[in-house]
């Protein structure tokens, strides 16, 4: 199986942070904004869900949203998933079935972390999900550009200017 047969048969698109995306899920429940965390704006569905798939010439840029996001891991190879905490602490996942060689198959990113990902393997690819809880909107997306991540945390210029798109 290729990344490209996997992106025509789910019919994923490119989503603004890299890779490819298609939402699978969004419940019909909602969270009325009154009661959700002053960083929401509007209403909220209780949960959301898609399919991602990211390859090795490519990365999913550095990011944050207002919501703990699950990463599910389905098929390819590993991913690297880089956080930068609110207060600048740095740390790492790996993400992938390899579970003897400390890889995890399911991870969650809490909210307001800032983070990116990429595939480990050259020429390959991961096949993934994420959940995103309350749902996601893209209201809640920031995609920094690289020099205004940097003011942020000087400290990380190495991995942020590796990984960001401008």
Known sequence: MTAQEIINKFDLIKHPEGGYFKETYRS????ANENLDTL??????????IYF??????????????QDEMWHFY???????????????????????????????QF???AQYWFAVEVVQENSFAFTGCTVAPGFDFNDFVLPKRVDLIKIFPQHSEIITRLTHH
Do not use: C, Q, W
């Open 75 to 105: 098929i390819g190879t590993t991913l690297k998933l880089h956080m930068i905490a609110p207060n600048g602490d740095y740390s790492y996942v790996l993400i992938g079935n390899n579970i003897l060689n400390d890889e995890l198959p």
């Open 53 to 66: 798939l990211l390859t090795s010439d490519s990365f999913s840029a550095f990011h944050k949203i207002n």
């Open 28 to 31: 019909s429940g909602t969270i």
């Open 40 to 49: 929401f704006i509007g209403d909220r569905n209780f949960s959301t869900g």
């Open 108 to 110: 969650v990113v809490p």
